[in-house]
């Protein structure tokens, strides 16, 4: 994932600062100095970090923080709200057209991933913008890509309109136009060919498409990976083509991150949406302020829950959430939690957006991760109806034949009873309610971490007004 390493260093940089009582300058001046360090490592335009620490500099020296109760959190405060606006400090929106169809034009490098994000983006509008989406496959120049968007069109149920690679991308346009308008769609996605370097082919192509169309938007798709050269290639494509907005791909990569800091201030277009997987519904809207606090280790619920709203099915997880809290989990609900977290994309990412838990995010195996809950599913899979409900019912016998039936030693399953009883356990600690957990303090298993005083689960100052269950004891089974 981007800004790992980011996220760590900047965290570091804060901590020599929260910690102190006063604020000084020389103290400050420490921390700056590792605030730039970080960010110039992450790739960010040296200008860029020149203006944001002599910002964060002249707004931390002012009075009012210098008497603050608490300077340090005061700058931890100051440092989110300029990265925000390094950010765009706006969210930027789509324009519709009101007056009859919105075009949008796709523009971009080859492999940037304006293709993957057409069809991401019909799919984000088809689905929370309640729109009538067409495709229209212009990238006549690589036969496949027609192929490819069509594939991606039938994935998520949205038309795509071509006439093949031997029509040149301005008349599939036209045509397209008008069987938009025959057809009743009212927002269009003309994907475009990408070269491996901007020419004036490429610029000619596209100035022709958008004289044509008159777009409401022209999305410029720039990959992360790509580090600062989304810079230089979103500037050269702005004086060209005025594109009104980017979308910024492969942030799922072990991009540093430099980019996407830099290219907002630099050229003043804001970003649109963040890609960050190669499947359809990797596409997030972007939101300076939740991607700021993301980048500071802060977490971004909002996000999370959005996208466990999207992909999730709430109902059942709320009602899974409710037995679990009364005791009555079992092994159904085990194996059906484990199926909705498939569903929001990788641990990591999951882990990076809950408050506090970014360290704990770059500690986890997604690939081991994933083959131990494969391990975990075939074995719940191989048991009963009555196991399932009743795993306490277990014994050798019965773990034996579940174990072959899932082509795993006993052991394992013996280690999935033993995580499903501590799950139990879990589960009744925390209908206690869950504490506001803070992102500079204490991690897992350290004072006011997880499992500590005052931590996750356990503290007396949860906040939560909700009755604390009576611990329950737990039974014998093996
Ligand atoms: N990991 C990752 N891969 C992506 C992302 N977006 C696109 N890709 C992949 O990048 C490659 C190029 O994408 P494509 O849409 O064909 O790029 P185009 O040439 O600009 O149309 C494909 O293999 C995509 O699956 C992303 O956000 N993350
Ligand atoms: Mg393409």
Redesign the pocket.
């Known amino acids: 994932m981007a800004f790992e390493s980011l996220t760590e260093r900047l965290n570091r940089a804060m901590k020599t600062i929260t910690g102190q009582g006063k604020l000084t300058e020389s103290n400050m001046d420490e921390m700056l100095r590792e605030v730039r360090m970080s960010l110039l490592e992450a790739d960010v335009n040296y200008q860029v970090v020149k203006d944001f620490v002599a910002n964060v500099k002249e707004k931390a020296l002012g009075q009012k923080v210098l008497d603050a109760l608490n300077p340090g959190q005061m700058v931890v405060k100051i440092v989110k709200e300029e990265l925000q606006q390094l950010l765009g400090n706006e969210d930027a929106q789509i324009h519709f057209n009101d007056n009859g169809i919105t075009n949008i034009m796709m523009a971009?490098?080859?492999?940037?991933?304006?293709?993957?994000?057409a069809a991401k983006i019909a799919r984000y509008l088809k689905n929370k913008k309640n729109k009538k989406a067409l495709l229209v496959a212009c990238?006549v120049i690589r036969p496949a890509?027609i192929e490819?968007l069509q594939t991606l069109g039938e994935s998520i149920q949205v038309p795509v309109f071509t006439l093949g690679a031997e029509t040149s991308a301005l008349d599939t346009a036209k045509a397209a136009d008008q069987y938009a308008k025959e057809n009743g769609f009212d927002t269009v996605i003309y994907?475009t060919a990408?070269r491996l370097h901007i020419d004036e082919e490429l610029m000619n192509e596209l100035s022709m498409m958008k004289d044509f169309l008159h777009p409401q938007e022209i999305l410029l798709?720039v990959d992360a990976m790509t580090g600062q050269d989304i810079v230089t290639v979103a500037r050269e494509f702005n004086e060209q083509l005025q594109i009104t907005a980017l979308i910024v791909?492969?942030?799922?990569?072990d991009a540093r991150g430099g980019g996407l800091l830099s290219v907002r201030s630099i050229t003043n277009v804001p970003v649109l949406f963040v890609?960050?997987?190669?499947k359809v519904d990797?596409l997030e809207e972007f939101h300076p302020d939740r991607m700021a606090e993301r980048i500071l280790g802060m977490g971004d619920i909002l996000s999370l829950i959005e996208k466990a709203q999207e992909n999730m099915d709430v109902e059942l997880a709320a009602s899974s959430m409710e037995r679990m809290q009364s005791g009555q989990f079992d092994m159904n609900d085990l194996l059906s939690q484990f199926e909705q977290m498939n569903r929001l994309g990788s641990f990591k990412g999951i882990l990076k957006m809950i408050p506090g838990m970014n360290k704990m995010a770059g500690m986890v195996d997604d690939d081991q991760m994933n083959a131990q809950i494969k391990r975990m599913r075939a074995i719940i899979n191989s048991m009963t109806p009555k196991e399932r409900a009743r795993p306490d019912i277990l014994k050798a016998s019965r773990k034996n034949r579940i174990a072959k039936g899932a082509g795993v030693k006993v052991a394992d399953v013996n280690k999935l009873l033993t995580s499903f009883d501590q799950m139990k356990m879990m589960s009744q600690m925390m209908s206690g309610g869950m504490p506001a957990m803070n992102p500079f303090g204490g991690g897992f298993g350290k004072p006011g971490g997880f499992g500590g005083p005052g931590g996750f689960g356990m503290s007396k100052h949860s906040g939560s007004k909700k009755k604390r269950k009576a611990p329950v004891k737990k039974k014998k089974r093996r």
């Open positions: 971009g490098l080859q492999g940037t991933g304006k293709t993957t994000a990238d890509a490819q994907d990408g798709t791909t492969k942030l799922d990569g890609s960050n997987g190669e990797d």
